[in-house]
């Protein structure tokens, strides 16, 4: 499939920015535009070395109008813009519910009425739920169980997408990725916290005991896989995006401390998540069959991210500065 013209929603954040950069140079002659809310995760400074190239329009997918704005002329439509923290869900499931659910309806509506020709939801293996006690990887065909309110509201967007594909005959593809890592990610998921606390001497908080497990993947392969779905998926189809890895919480504070040479004691264990899923795989066979190959095994992709992160001090510091993330630093953390 041939496109010209690319919305990209939540451009300004973690996967959003790297898949912008990964399609730039992919595809040199696309027009890119990005829509983004910029809510306290989306960071223009991801966006600052390619805005020469791309159209950024501010505003939110859930506004029709914005939504009709960006879509106008558009070919595709690539839809990243979320609340994506699962925490955070647990702290204010509205705002995921009208972002996640609401605005992905008014996306697909806009897409509709403005003639789209494919429209890509970026959900994610959450939907599946967890899979805690089994050496299950889950599969397209798998039922939905999502257990937190993030995971429901990002299931309930799928349910949408699908139904537009069917009762109006919109082309809809979605891909279900896994937990992902690499550079500008806002420092509220485990990796990036964890690398950043311990630059700051820090305790590294891990949930409970810290053996619940996650497939990290790369945000390059990611990408990758989100642009090859977008050219290759079936209509109507779901790809899984996995890295076919198996990590705890404790793993990955073991291998940033001893990256960064900081003591082991900094490993604090706390007061679990509710609800806390305790393992989450998939299995990307369907989409490595259309020629999905991953750049990135675990040890080398965290090497490299932690190395990003040392040579962004400014970056990072600037956004852990700000009042967001100091208020999720007091009001989950603090007593915990
Ligand atoms: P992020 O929180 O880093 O970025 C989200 C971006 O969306 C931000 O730029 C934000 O400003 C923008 N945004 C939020 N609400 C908006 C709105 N109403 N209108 C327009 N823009 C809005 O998220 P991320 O980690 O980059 O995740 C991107 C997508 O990938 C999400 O859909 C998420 O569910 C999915 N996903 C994430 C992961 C992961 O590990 N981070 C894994 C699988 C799937
Ligand atoms: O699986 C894909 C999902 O991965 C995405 O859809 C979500 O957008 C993304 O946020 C992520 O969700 P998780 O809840 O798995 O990611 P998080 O980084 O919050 O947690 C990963 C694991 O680390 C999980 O087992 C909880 C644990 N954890 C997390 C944090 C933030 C800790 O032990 N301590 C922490 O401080």
């Known amino acids: 499939m041939n496109f010209k013209r690319v919305v990209v929603t939540g451009g300004a954040g973690f996967i959003g920015a790297n898949y912008v950069h990964y399609a730039l140079s992919a595809h040199p002659d696309w027009q890119i535009v990005v829509l983004d809310k910029l809510t306290y995760a989306?960071?223009?400074?991801?966006?600052e070395s390619v805005m020469n190239r791309i159209e950024f329009i501010q505003g939110?997918?859930?506004?029709?109008?914005?939504?009709?704005k960006a879509l106008r002329g558009a070919d595709a439509v690539l839809n990243f813009a979320a609340e994506s923290h699962v925490d955070r869900s647990l702290l204010d499931p509205?705002?995921?519910?009208?972002?996640?659910?609401?605005?992905?309806?008014?996306?697909?509506?806009?897409?509709?009425?403005?003639?789209?020709?494919?429209?890509l939801q970026v959900s994610t293996d959450e939907?599946?739920?967890?899979?805690?006690?089994?050496?299950?990887?889950?599969l397209e065909t798998d039922p939905f169980r999502p257990r937190s309110p993030y995971s429901a509201s990002k299931a309930g967007a799928e349910h949408l997408v699908f139904a537009h594909g069917i009762s109006h005959g919109l082309d809809v593809v979605v891909t279900r990725g896994s937990n992902t890592y690499?550079?500008?990610q806002y420092p509220e998921k485990i990796i990036p916290l964890f690398i950043t606390?311990?630059?700051?001497?820090?305790?590294?908080?891990?949930?409970g005991d810290g053996s619940a497990v996650r497939d990290y993947m790369h945000a390059y392969d990611h990408a990758s896989g989100i642009d090859l779905v977008l050219h290759r998926g079936g209509s109507?189809?779901?790809?899984?995006?996995?890295?076919?890895?198996?990590?705890?919480?404790?793993?990955?504070?073991?291998?940033?401390?001893?990256?960064?040479?900081?003591?082991?004691?900094?490993?604090?264990?706390?007061?679990?998540?509710?609800?806390?899923?305790y393992r989450y795989s998939v299995d990307p066979a369907k989409a490595e069959a259309l020629g999905w190959v991953r750049r990135y095994a675990f040890s080398e992709g965290l090497s490299e991210t932690i190395r990003w992160y040392l040579q962004n001090r400014a970056w990072w510091q600037r956004v852990r500065a700000k009042k967001e993330h100091q208020s999720l630093m007091q009001t989950w953390y603090e007593g915990r």
């Open 182 to 184: 690499g550079p500008y």
């Open 42 to 47: 989306g960071n223009l400074e991801n966006l």
């Open 94 to 119: 509205g705002a995921f519910v009208r972002t996640n659910v609401e605005g992905t309806l008014v996306l697909l509506e806009a897409a509709r009425q403005e003639g789209v020709k494919r429209f």
């Open 236 to 277: 109507g189809e779901a790809y899984n995006l996995g890295a076919r890895e198996q990590i705890s919480g404790v793993q990955v504070a073991d291998a940033i401390l001893a990256a960064l040479g900081k003591p082991p004691s900094l490993k604090q264990f706390v007061t679990d998540r509710p609800g806390h899923d």
């Open 127 to 138: 939907v599946y739920g967890d899979l805690h006690g089994t050496d299950h990887h889950s």
């Open 60 to 68: 939110d997918i859930a506004n029709p109008v914005d939504a009709r």
């Open 197 to 207: 606390n311990a630059l700051e001497d820090k305790p590294l908080p891990l949930y």
